[in-house]
């Protein structure tokens, strides 16, 4: 994977290698690449958190910004990854270039769109995301500097996703991995040295991502990839349609998991300080072990997108089962760690405050007897995306963040108080689960009817060509 390839041998190494290897030695640098981004995303929560526990609060504050430019960026991303894998399963290399430049430039001037609105109305933005008098003054710092980079951090999940969906995952780790490590470099330094508070820990941010962009960029021309070229932007309704169809899903996973954030900040909020710091360091620990398996799913779409543009079904039904059994075993590991070592993991973030402690270690155990559940729910989620059943993988996407988290987050506090506020994300949980399970085994069974009649045409094919010998 990490060396030059035509496109031609990246085709025959998608549709030909064995399934279980193949995703595996995709995943392995989209997996480094997801952890990297979360560790450094816990950096950012571990030297913020050391300043104070509004500073932590503040953490949790900016990352519901965060969401949202994951959400544009990842939108457009995955949506043109999608049909990009498609299209070169099908051969349609120039169509691929299109959708890829168009998907490029139209997040790069998305983000600068949001950029302008984000400065302007920066003091109303910083309270509609849940901050407190409190919180605030050091929010409005994290969140100056995150708007500045927010048009070429868009682009780089573009980016990122393009070249995942073309199986060259190993450029796309150099680009992530690259600025990660660097931001975990700068967080102290900017934060405690230069002594900037959290603006620093985001103006560390900004500097790391910008890093990322240029290495994606370049890396977008090299190894057989698809070349990022202006001539070649072409915003048509034909692209756009598709692009939304692929991408919608993500756009609701990661709208929505900005919008639980500031229900959870404000339903955390009446608690103090010390609950929003508590469950937003949960939040951070959760999407830490998420993001392994979430980048072992990216190892699994382009194996699935380029089989079924390819029309070889029984390779995405065997990567599909392959990639579930893989996510639950590594989240029931995940899950058994952080409910036996809750205290201990909380207290790595803010050891000096007892009530950060007990109210993060409470709702860390009860997310964990529900998170191995994660693993169907994700892998569904990816596979519907992949193959175009837009609608499905964006009811499945919506689920959990926002068609059952967000009842459950304005419900269950208003009965339980605290405990509510706990309960919110294993409740969700459950019922996306459910939900989930219908959707995925109909498509499946889709699947199998498919690989039946290419089956069947492939006999009749070489019957008529022997036949005819």
């Given at each position: 994977?990490?060396?030059?390839m ?53 953490a ?5 910004l965060m ?29 691929a ?6 998907g ?7 983000g600068?769109?949001?950029?302008l ?7 109303p933005f ?8 409190t ?12 708007l ?48 900037m ?39 048509s309704w ?8 692929g ?7 990661q ?9 959870l900040?404000y ?5 103090g300080?010390?609950a ?6 949960v939040?951070r ?15 699994f779409q ?44 909380i ?6 405050d ?116």
């Amino acid at each position: 994977m990490v060396k030059n390839m035509t496109a031609d041998e990246k085709f025959r190494m998608m549709t030909q290698e064995p399934v279980s290897r193949l995703i595996c030695s995709l995943a392995v640098p989209t997996i480094i690449s997801m952890l990297i981004s979360a560790i450094y995303n816990m950096a950012d929560t571990f030297f913020v958190s050391k300043i104070s526990t509004s500073a932590s609060g503040a953490a949790g504050i900016s990352f519901s910004l965060m969401a949202i430019i994951q959400a544009l960026g990842f939108t457009i991303g995955m949506g043109s990854g999608n049909y990009i894998s498609r299209l070169l399963g099908q051969k349609r290399r120039q169509d691929a270039s299109n959708v890829a430049a168009t998907g490029f430039f139209t997040a790069l001037f998305l983000g600068l769109a949001l950029a302008l609105l984000g400065l302007i109305f920066l003091d109303p933005f910083v309270y509609f995301l849940g901050a407190t008098p409190t919180i605030a003054p050091y929010a409005k710092s994290y969140i100056r500097y995150i708007l500045i980079g927010a048009p070429y951090m868009m682009a780089s999940f573009v980016l990122n996703n393009i070249l995942r969906f073309q199986g060259s995952a190993f450029f796309a780790m150099l680009g992530l991995a690259t600025g990660g490590i660097l931001n975990i470099v700068l967080d102290p330094i900017f934060i405690f040295t230069l002594k900037m508070g959290t603006g620093g820990a985001a103006l560390a941010t900004i500097i790391s991502q910008f890093v990322s962009f240029l290495i994606l960029f370049y890396n977008s021309g090299i190894g057989g990839n698809i070349k990022i070229k202006f001539k070649n932007f072409t915003p048509s309704w034909e692209i756009y349609r598709e692009i939304l169809k692929g991408g919608l899903p993500s756009f609701f996973r990661q709208v929505l998991g900005s919008l639980s954030m500031i229900c959870l900040n404000y339903s955390a909020r009446p608690y103090g300080d010390a609950a929003i710091a508590a469950m937003a360091i949960v939040v951070r620990l959760f999407q830490f072990a998420v993001s392994a398996v979430i980048g072992f799913g990216q190892g699994f779409q382009p194996v699935c997108g380029f089989n079924y543009g390819a029309k070889r079904y029984d390779r995405v039904l065997n990567a599909f089962w392959f990639s579930v059994k893989v996510a639950a075993v590594f989240l029931t590991a995940a899950a058994v760690v952080g409910f036996v070592f809750s205290d201990q993991i909380i207290a790595i973030f803010r050891k000096e405050d007892l009530e950060v402690i007990r109210i993060g270690s409470r709702a860390l155990r009860y997310q964990c007897l529900t998170f191995p559940l994660s693993a169907w729910i994700i892998l569904t989620n990816m596979l519907l995306q992949t193959i175009g059943k837009g609608l499905e993988a964006s009811i499945v996407s919506a689920s959990r963040q926002g068609l059952f988290f967000v009842p459950a987050i304005v419900i269950l506090p208003r009965l339980f108080g605290l405990l509510g506020v706990q309960l919110s994300q294993p409740v969700s949980d459950v019922f996306s689960f459910l939900l989930a399970i219908p959707m995925a085994l109909g498509t499946l069974r889709e699947l199998e009817a498919l690989h039946r009649e290419e089956r069947e045409k492939m006999k009749k094919m070489e019957s008529v060509k022997g036949a005819t010998l």
